[in-house]
């Protein structure tokens, strides 16, 4: 069974910084990742989707890498804002009938204007 | 742009009640999915719909029962509510070919 881990659970920063989020995966047959964004009270949107044949994939002041044979993906969001203030979560799908996703329990971030 | 519209976005029920969430998706997504997100543990998959007439059991279905009414609609039903089932509940469409996968804004559930 796919298990989907995020470190650091938490995150406060002052705004300016670099800074990096953690997702790792046990089962490194999978068809693609995501980063999602999720704000209080809403749904989740998503941000960078990396295919499992992809090395990284950038939008803007974020970049996302994955390393399938070691099962691990880090989102780098450069020069943060505190409107990057949110939930990230990391989500793998697996290549089976209806591409069902399996989500880490998310990164929440706070940035400090 | 409409997207994935939830209803109710709150609801409180006593326990062993009843309750339909309704999904509905302007898309002409062929997927559809409903999720539960509870405190520290992601979102798990309740039940999906790969196409318009089917469904199937995703991790954690028990207590569930989802109806796929047309290819814009599908339904989440709670038949005897338990204070377990006290969650936030996330619809989501996909298309036929690529992801992402499109999320509603959530319903909000409690179960007294």
């Known amino acids: 069974k796919q298990e989907v881990t995020q470190i650091p659970a938490a995150l406060s920063v002052p705004e300016g910084e670099n800074l990096v989020l953690n997702c790792s995966f046990t089962?490194?047959?999978?068809?693609?990742l995501q980063w999602f964004r999720q704000d209080p009270g809403k749904g989740l949107t998503s941000l960078l989707l990396?295919?499992?044949?992809?090395r990284e994939q950038t939008s803007g002041r974020l970049n996302a890498s994955l390393d399938k044979s070691s099962g691990r993906s880090t989102l780098y969001i450069a020069a943060s804002q505190p409107g990057d203030s949110a939930t990230y979560l990391c989500a793998v799908s697996g290549n089976n009938a209806g591409n069902m996703l399996t989500f880490g329990g998310g990164t929440r971030l706070m940035v400090k204007p | 742009n409409a997207g994935v519209t939830q209803t109710p976005k709150f609801q409180v029920l006593k326990t062993g009640q009843s309750m339909t969430l309704q999904c509905a998706q302007d898309?002409?997504?062929?997927?559809m999915y409903w999720y539960r997100q509870d405190p520290g543990m992601g979102l798990r998959l309740i039940y999906y719909s790969a196409s318009e007439g089917t469904t199937d059991k995703g991790e954690v279905p028990n207590g569930y029962n989802v109806s796929r009414l047309n290819k814009r609609e599908f339904s989440l039903r709670l038949e005897s509510a338990a204070p377990s089932q006290t969650s936030v509940y996330f619809c989501?469409?996909?298309?036929?070919?690529?992801?992402?996968?499109?999320f509603g804004d959530g319903t909000r559930l409690s179960i007294l």
């Open positions: 989501a469409s996909k298309g036929p070919l690529m992801p992402p996968q499109h």
């Open positions: 898309m002409n997504h062929n997927s």
């Open positions: 089962d490194s047959a999978i068809y693609n």
């Open positions: 990396i295919q499992s044949s992809q």
